[in-house]
């Protein structure tokens, strides 16, 4: 364990104080989000990033002891376990070295050095490789000849004991280390087209770049060029070096056996050692590449969850179509349904006379202030029909706006069996209506219905082996909804099945028990919960806000375990509990500072950082950290792409962020893209370092391509 918790500190750069309680929080059972949040003083303050990486990293070291151990014990069993060999496993860093170190005593399908060994052949390979024999090699092989074991010749002799030699070679543990880092430094990956037709692999058809500089999403697009049989790839070197490394450590100086050990050498790296090497550093390779694309698909999602609600606003949610016409749900405040329709303002119909004359009844009837127009088939000329009806309203002094929201993952959601329970009597379509809606006014809530693969904002996630992508999304989920808080009384199974220790039984039992006794009167309610216990309250409590609570805690973030400091504080600085409930508890960072913090912490017989954490609840009880997000932009107009010219500036909306750049919304349909290069006045190594999903940028037109719809854009400031 000592092993692990140094590789673990020095990995994270955490002290091992630090790293010992994190790994002792997480054996008792408890969850990332609660130990981020609850356990600062254990942890140092380590964020929930840290956290997941520590918790991943652990499992992983843990997996290797176990499987060195369990090698130790094989060999054992084999009666061929030395010292030096125990050593070896021990020292071992990455499962690939022990696997290297197990495999001469791996059992093995009957290679063709086992067969040579079934014919006798062995004590000629080692006298061979001993380099100590100094007669005719072949004469000596002849004495090999047998028909009973099929050695017909002193050819087959020969061939024989190289086979066993080019074996033993293979299956040496130092040789494979040396030659799987030389690939690593000097390697090329080398890529070539089976086709000259145009497709998305076209600059891969004759391409080559070292195996140690390949960015992630350029692994992933080749292995996909690859499965598609579009191209071929294979990574190549300079074997002459390898070859000489391998004869320098094998060769004896002895001129009759060396030249079949020579021959050995060259068969064994040709047909045992590269093969297996390049297939190992192409699985190491896609691994890079997955955690690549996983890492930007997890800042992309953090970003997309936690974006700004538009609270407080009757929407309309707008689900752009052409055949069947547009989708339109009506909203209340709370996200309540209230109406819907369907209008034809495209193609055939092209009714947008009619459409609007709709459109505006709904927006008198209801008050209507903002319309969330989905993204997908006929947005543009859906948007454009909404201009047209905000520019009427305008002229009646009538002032609405519209927001154009992802619609990823929307028809996923509706035709899921959540959706047919919360609205079995709607249409699959109008349901597609409604999530567009809700996720202008609380993305949160309402993308969490949705696999997180679905949600769009991923690159190569089609790439990424399923169950690695699913556990790492589901992470980030866990952390934004964690970092939000529910209100327990009105969230879906879905929203609370993500919250620290409720799993999907338990989030189904608390909405049953909501539907049989009614709201939930307190947070401590939770412990009548089927299959709630003690461990699972500890761990969800303070992420639950209850507002019908008499205890005005519960709808803090304050956890209940720390009830009692918190009532101590507010008493000592003269605050009550209908100046937390009326949000009226001013001043209290300042009172705070003139009694000292630390002070302060020593009488309350508290932490400092979870004294803190009270303090800042206190002063904005139930604050939801998304507030302080920039809004999404309000639209009233819309821009054609025939309008854009070079220079030109405008704001936009990060639709999603890659290796190479971000895709920007600048109001024309079609996402501009702002490639790295151009995001900074500095050099860029990756477009994570400047923006995120749904960051509001300033961007200038650089470039216009109409007939291919592309944008070029840059974030840099002229001159």
Not at 97 to 124: C, H, S
Not at 474 to 503: F, H, M, Q, R, W
Not at 617 to 634: A, F, V
Request: with cysteine; glycine share 6%; charged share 35%.
């Amino acid at each position: 364990m000592n092993k692990i918790l140094d590789i673990l500190c020095k990995e994270l750069e955490i002290k091992k104080s630090q790293g010992e309680n994190v790994i002792k929080l997480l054996d008792d059972g408890n969850t990332v989000p609660f130990i981020a949040r609850y356990r600062k003083e254990q942890t140092g303050d380590l964020s929930d990033d840290i956290l997941r990486k520590f918790y991943e990293r652990l499992v992983y070291l843990r997996n290797l002891e176990e499987r060195k151990l369990d090698v130790i014990r094989l060999i054992e069993e084999q009666g061929k376990l030395t010292d030096d060999l125990r050593l070896k496993i021990e020292n071992s860093e990455t499962q690939s070295e022990v696997e290297d170190i197990y495999r001469p005593f791996k059992p093995k399908k009957r290679t063709r050095a086992i067969i040579a060994e079934e014919k006798g052949l062995k004590p000629l390979a080692e006298l061979i490789l001993s380099g100590e024999f100094k007669e005719d090699v072949r004469g000596e092989a002849a004495k090999y000849i047998s028909e009973e074991k099929d050695v017909k010749s002193e050819e087959d002799a020969l061939k024989g004991a190289m086979d066993i030699i080019s074996e033993i070679i293979s299956d040496n543990a130092d040789f494979r280390k040396w030659i799987r880092e030389f690939l690593w430094k000097e390697g090329l990956v080398e890529t070539k087209g089976s086709s000259e037709e145009r497709t998305p692999y076209e600059m891969y058809y004759e391409y080559k770049e070292p195996v140690r500089l390949i960015p992630s999403h350029r692994i992933l697009a080749i292995n996909r060029g690859e499965k598609e049989k579009i191209l071929s790839v294979k990574i190549t070197c300079n074997e002459d070096r390898i070859i000489t490394y391998l004869n320098n450590r094998n060769l004896k100086g002895n001129k009759e056996s060396d030249k079949f050990i020579e021959e050995s050498i060259k068969d064994s790296l040709k047909r045992l050692i590269y093969p297996s090497i390049e297939r190992e550093i192409r699985s190491e390779l896609t691994d890079k590449g997955e955690e690549g694309a996983i890492d930007i698909f997890k800042a992309n999602l953090k970003a997309l969850l936690m974006q700004s609600p538009i609270k407080g606003k009757v929407v309309m949610g707008f689900d752009p179509g052409f055949r069947t016409g547009c989708k339109v749900a009506i909203l209340d405040d709370t996200g309540k349904f209230l109406d819907k329709t369907t209008v034809f303002p495209t193609e055939p119909r092209n009714d947008v006379k009619g459409t609007i004359r709709v459109l505006k009844d709904f927006i008198n009837k209801y008050n209507i202030e903002v319309i969330s127009l989905g993204n997908g088939t006929a947005s543009r000329e859906s948007e454009e029909v909404i201009s047209k009806l905000i520019k009427e309203l305008k002229e009646e002094n009538k002032e609405i706006y519209y927001v154009i929201v992802s619609e990823a993952g929307a028809s996923v959601y509706s035709a899921s069996e959540l959706a047919a329970k919360e609205y079995p009597d709607l249409d699959v379509t109008v349901r597609g209506a409604i999530s567009i809606g809700r996720r202008l006014q609380d993305p949160l809530a309402e993308l969490v219905k949705i696999d997180p693969k679905s949600i769009g904002v991923g690159q190569y996630q089609h790439d990424v082996t399923p169950k690695r992508l699913d556990e790492s999304l589901k992470g980030i989920v866990e952390d934004c909804v964690n970092n939000v808080g529910v209100d327990l009384n009105v969230a879906t199974p879905s929203l609370l099945s993500y919250i620290a220790g409720v799993n999907s039984t338990i989030a189904k039992n608390i909405v049953e028990y909501r539907e049989e006794n009614g709201k939930f009167k307190s947070r401590k309610e939770l412990l009548k919960v089927k299959r709630l216990g003690n461990k699972a309250y500890e761990q969800c409590a303070g992420f639950l806000r209850v507002l019908e609570s008499n205890e005005t805690l519960d709808n803090t973030s304050v956890h209940p375990e720390s009830y009692k400091v918190a009532k101590s504080l507010m008493e000592k600085l003269s605050y009550t509990d209908e100046d937390l409930r009326n949000r009226n508890i001013k001043d209290i960072e300042e009172k705070v500072s003139d009694l000292g913090i630390q002070a302060l912490a020593k009488e309350l017989e508290v932490g400092e950082l979870t004294l803190k954490d009270i303090i800042k609840e206190l002063n904005k009880p139930g604050r939801d950290p998304r507030e302080d997000l920039p809004k999404p932009i309000l639209k009233t107009g819309v821009v054609d792409i025939t309008q854009l010219k070079p220079g030109m500036i405008l704001m936009g909306t990060v639709r999603n962020v890659s290796d190479f750049g971000a895709f920007v919304d600048i109001g024309v349909h079609q996402d501009g893209l702002v490639h790295k290069s151009q995001m900074a006045d500095r050099f860029v190594k990756h477009p994570l370092d400047v923006v995120k999903v749904s960051d509001v940028v300033e961007v200038r037109i650089l470039e216009v391509d109409e007939k291919r719809k592309r944008i070029a854009l840059s974030m840099k400031k002229e001159g």
